[in-house]
């Protein structure tokens, strides 16, 4: 049996600050090879697809390969929905999805948002199968994943 990740307990009674645990999942840099509006009515709808280097703890460097459909909203918000796959170096990987959101007036400038890790056959990513997990992502590529209980 693979050792699973310590993920975050889930428990209405207990509020738990973030940056007291170590993310399973970090990036270490990334680049938009594409960014084109597909919606203008009623809200404008950017596409960007990006690739992302990262690690995750006990599978290592991994490929992330990213989607993000972001919606500008009147109120200076952006909600983004995500998918993409994140492959390990030997070729192994797990598909995702999320949904995130940001505001400009917040005086920060980066998004917060939760993604879901769909189930794999791949051995490597076995301990992310169907997990939930939240993540923080600031300006560039600076993005960090906590797993959820």
Known sequence: ?????????LKNTTIIKIEN?????????????????????PYVVIEEKCIEQAT?????????????????MDNNTIFGQGYGKIVSEDGQMIGWRSVDGNVFDTGHSGY???????????ERFSSLNNTIGVFRSDTGTNKSIWLLE
């Open 1 to 9: 049996m693979l050792n699973r990740q310590k993920r975050i307990p």
């Open 21 to 41: 645990i170590e993310p399973v999942y970090i990036a270490t840099s990334g680049e938009c090879s594409s960014s084109k509006q597909v919606e203008s009515h």
């Open 56 to 72: 995750i703890k006990s599978i290592g460097k991994v490929l992330n390969n990213l989607t993000f459909l972001n919606t500008i």
């Open 112 to 122: 917060r948002g939760i993604i879901y890790f769909n189930s794999t056959m791949d």
